[in-house]
Nanobody, 119 residues
Framework: QVQLVESGGGLVQAGGALRLSCAASGRTVGSYVMGWFRQAPGKEREFVASITRSGRDTYSADSGKGRFTISRDNAKNTVYLQMNSLKPEDTAVYYC????????????WGQGTQVTVSS
């Protein structure tokens, strides 16, 4: 089992940047496919990006392509989400999640970090 803690959220103006971090404990993050999700008020949680265990392959939702980059440092047991050119519609609670490579669903979730983009 792994515990996940997100950090790095905050208030930023449109066009600005933030880097979210997800620190894992309990089990090495290298054992899992890692993902970022977000949930805006009144909306369902949506996929943002994911990264394979080695970090060789990444996948991003269309909403973040060209602006968001997911990365990982397995030695530091940490996953990152670099967000550039932020827009007000990126405002949401961002969650880090982990799943086994053979699983479809993410089994472990962090508590989330708030990102607010002002216009």
């Amino acid at each position: 089992q792994v515990q996940l803690v997100e950090s790095g959220g905050g208030l930023v103006q449109a066009g600005g940047a933030l880097r979210l971090s997800c620190a894992a404990s309990g089990r090495t993050v290298g054992s899992y496919v890692m993902g970022w999700f977000r949930q805006a008020p009144g909306k369902e949680r949506e996929f943002v990006a994911s990264i394979t265990r080695s970090g060789r392959d990444t996948y991003s939702a269309d909403s973040g392509k060209g602006r968001f980059t997911i990365s990982r440092d397995n030695a530091k047991n940490t996953v990152y989400l670099q967000m550039n050119s932020l827009k007000p519609e990126d405002t949401a609670v961002y969650y880090c999640a982990a799943r086994y490579v053979t699983a479809v669903n993410y089994a472990y979730w962090g508590q989330g970090t708030q990102v607010t983009v002002s216009s």
